[in-house]
């Protein structure tokens, strides 16, 4: 029997990328087969596509990049019986070993041995979703309802980013939560804290026009422009720390000052913005590290530490996507419409080195918001 041929998007080097053909991996007993409909760029899709490297992950090989999508299957594997084909699914693209003691206690986001598609982290590369077809394992596909679109499949993947942080803060009901940065993963945990943890929410960045968009569209209720400073020296970082904490706490929600917050969503990765998180947060708080920035920082520590402020890391997801699709089904009233999140959006194979160009930027040529470009395959 001949072997199947997709197209596939192909990165060969920084910015370098080609339209190949690759051969479909044959159809294992307990695998599927999807045709990939939708794909939503990230932050480490774009890193890898300009520096050919993310952070101190080199790429090694040539590379599909895109992780967060949708598609239909087209067929599946004698084994399974979850699945049909023509179902809508939502692609957790992670395939941990599902053995080690980690996977076995849940925590399968951080298996050792983990194979992520569109990473570089290990070798031989897992190659990522920006291709016509994939072969994938039935137990990490996620029907979507029928009211719920492909698109909104694609967002089922950074909306688990933000689920998983959710549920490291382990937030009482009626919680104050700082957000820094408004990009895509900052909006969406902005929006599970009120949706899920029924916080009251202020988000901070240094974009006023994505700080007023996420409190316009019901991401957030309260927002914090971050001025724009860039302060040298440790005792001028920490100083510049502490005014843009006080800004916070001074933000009024209902008539009152928001004073500190019960947790914080670090979103950024910048120096600065962890330093304000500790000054921001409430004794007994948390801390959730989600941005990748700079992997050597200077922190007020004793400030957390006398206080019994937690650093908590948060990596991907682990047992969420049931959970994200129910809830994008569930009609919450507290959920904003998620569809104004996906700003820009390229139709075909052909228009991927462009969707990456206007993912890279703040605004596209009408002076619309860049906030989620995705890909119709």
């Known amino acids: 029997m001949a072997t199947s041929r997709v197209k596939a998007s192909v990165l060969h080097g920084a910015r370098e990328l080609r339209l190949e053909e690759r051969d479909l991996p044959p159809l294992g007993g307990n695998d599927v087969q999807v045709a990939v409909k939708a794909t939503g760029l990230c932050g480490s899709d774009l890193h890898y596509f300009g520096h050919f490297r993310n952070g101190d992950i080199l790429v090694r090989e040539p590379l599909t990049l895109g ?31 599902e053995k080690c003691e980690l996977c076995q206690e849940g925590r399968y986001n951080i298996c050792r041995d983990m194979k992520f598609r569109s990473s570089a982290k290990a070798y031989p590369h897992a190659q990522g979703t920006l291709q016509e077809q994939i072969t994938h394992p039935a137990s990490w596909c996620h029907k979507l309802p029928p009211d719920v679109s492909l698109e909104l499949g694609a967002l089922v993947e950074p909306l688990s980013v933000a689920l998983h942080a959710s549920d490291r803060a382990r937030l009482a009901p009626g919680s104050t939560v700082l957000v820094f940065g408004a990009g895509t993963v900052g909006l969406l945990c902005a929006a599970i804290s009120k949706a899920v943890g029924d916080a009251r929410v202020v988000i901070a960045d240094i974009q006023e026009d994505r700080v007023r968009f996420a409190v316009d569209n019901g991401f957030a209720d ?44 670090e979103c950024t990765g910048v120096e600065t913005c962890l330093q304000a998180s500790i000054y921001a947060t409430a004794p007994g708080g948390r801390i959730m590290l989600i941005g990748m920035g700079n992997p050597i920082q200077t922190l007020p520590i004793s400030a957390a ?17 049931p959970r994200v699709i129910e809830l994008l089904a569930s009609k919450n009233p507290r959920l904003p419409d998620f569809t104004t999140l996906i700003t820009q959006r390229f139709s075909g194979m052909e228009s991927i080195p462009k969707a990456f160009d206007m993912a890279a930027r703040v605004k596209d040529d009408e002076g619309k918001l860049v906030l989620k470009v995705v890909v119709d395959m």
Not at 236 to 246: D, I, N, R
């Open 305 to 321: 530490a006398l206080r019994e402020v937690d650093l908590v890391g948060v990596f991907r997801y682990a047992n969420t996507y």
């Open 67 to 97: 992780h967060e999508s949708a598609g239909v299957i087209t067929a599946v594997g004698p084994a399974v019986t979850s699945l049909q084909a023509g179902d809508h699914v939502a692609l957790e693209v992670g395939q941990p070993c």
């Open 222 to 265: 309260a927002f914090v422009v971050v001025p724009m400073k860039r302060p040298d020296t440790i005792e001028s970082k920490l100083e510049f720390a502490k005014q843009v904490a006080e800004a916070v706490k001074a933000t009024t929600l209902n008539g009152r000052a928001l004073g500190e917050v019960s947790a914080t969503y």
